[in-house]
């Protein structure tokens, strides 16, 4: 699969993000028969349709990944702050989750945007 490889997400990190157990996703990749619902989650991860036509650029695809990361990431720090009695203002979350999003796209962990 091309926007697999493109992605270079493992099948291990690719089986954990689409729901769907490596065993499955090897038959997918082989064309072997697989679920219908097992083809939508792994599309719809993959930015792409049934067909494996591109529905979602592979930019805009690794934006919405990084978002997602760094949202779960500043929900962490937000929580733990909040533990503390010091719960950020939305113009601190923003800050950590732009910062978060960069980090992904372009700094040091560019290379774990598609880990699980």
């Not at 529905?55 to 720090?77: G, M, P, T």
């Amino acid at each position: 699969m091309a926007r697999k490889e493109q992605l270079g997400i493992t099948i291990e990190n690719l089986a954990k993000l689409s729901g769907v157990g490596v065993r499955t996703i090897n038959r997918l990749l082989k064309n072997e028969d697989v679920k219908l619902s097992t083809i939508e989650a792994v599309t719809n991860l993959l930015g792409l349709d049934f067909a494996g036509n591109e529905q979602i650029s592979l930019k805009e695809l690794e934006k919405q990944r990084a978002k997602e990361k760094a949202l779960y990431l500043a929900s962490i720090v937000q929580g733990t702050s909040a533990l503390e009695m010091q719960g950020l203002e939305d113009d601190g979350i923003k800050k950590i989750v732009s910062m978060y999003e960069n980090e992904f796209l372009y700094g040091n962990y560019k290379d774990t945007l598609w880990v699980a």
